[in-house]
């Protein structure tokens, strides 16, 4: 009985130990034949998946400022001047900043050619209804008025970029009658806002409250309160008529929003700078 339970007992180590040294290779070639040749799907988490950067609307008005800040003629009537030279890339005077004409076509994300004048005059009606722009100023037609996609980038930090797009009365509308008519504006071309415009009214500059025109602006751009802008430069202008305001940008940088008139062909100003 004894030499039986000794037997019993080393068939038993025997076992253990073949299976402790066998058995997981056996166990894996098991599991790898059932894995072979079949497509398997499993859930993974990837911690930066679908991350994308995304600016707010204090950070977009602040690098399309630095990126328009290189134009030293005014919009509308001096419009052609800026062109002379027949480029569309314009560059800050420091270098990191550029502003590019994008012939590409759109994104699935952004504002198409074909959309972009009824967005324009959504965002006019929308301005109008807050008081920010005249409600006399008339609705665009397509005909009548050039679009243009630009790109408005931070060369040193490239995710930092923007779209828009630049609606011109045309070059070819010189002769036609231009009041209470949009001449220049700049449209988000991912969120159909207008940072920028300027529009002939028959109003006069002693009618214009740039206060509550710089007030219903922030609140539809979501900037948060802007604060007045104090200069002793004379020159900031071509015009003495004009309030400046200042907004938070990137960083610690800021951004000034004017809002001006030009008396004589009674153009009122919404522009942004740096």
């Given at each position: 009985m004894y030499k039986v339970k000794i037997t019993v007992f080393i068939l038993f180590a025997v076992l253990a130990v073949t299976?402790?040294?066998w058995g997981p290779e056996?166990?894996?070639?098991y599991q790898d034949r059932g894995m072979l040749n079949e497509i398997h799907a499993q859930a993974v988490e990837s911690a930066g998946a679908g991350y994308s950067y995304k600016l707010n609307s204090n950070e977009k008005i602040y690098i399309l400022s630095r990126c328009l800040n290189s134009q030293s003629v005014q919009e509308s009537e001096q419009n052609a001047m800026m062109h002379a030279d027949g480029t569309d890339i314009y560059q800050d005077i420091e270098g990191s900043y550029a502003f590019i004409a994008n012939y590409k076509n759109p994104s699935d994300m952004e504002i198409t050619d074909?959309?972009?004048y009824e967005t324009c005059n959504e965002a006019m009606e929308t301005l109008k209804e807050a008081g920010v722009m005249p409600e006399a100023v008339r609705k665009i037609m397509q005909p009548s008025y050039d679009a243009i996609l630009y790109s408005a980038i931070d060369v040193l930090e490239p995710r930092n970029n923007i779209a828009v797009w630049k609606l011109s009365l045309s070059n070819s509308q010189t002769n036609a009658n231009k009041e209470n008519r949009l001449i220049d504006a700049y449209i988000g071309a991912d969120d159909g806002k207008m940072?920028?415009?300027y529009v002939r009214t028959s109003l006069l500059w002693e009618e214009i409250d740039t206060d509550a025109i710089i007030e219903a602006w922030s609140k539809y751009m979501g900037l948060g309160s802007p604060q007045p802008y104090e200069s002793d430069n004379p020159?900031?202008?071509?015009?003495p008529y004009f309030k400046k305001y200042v907004f938070p940008g990137m960083g610690e940088e800021r951004t000034i929003v004017t809002v001006g008139f030009y008396e004589g062909i009674n153009e009122l100003f919404l522009k942004i700078s740096r």
């Open positions: 299976i402790s040294i056996t166990l894996a070639r074909e959309k972009i940072y920028e415009f020159l900031l202008e071509t015009t």
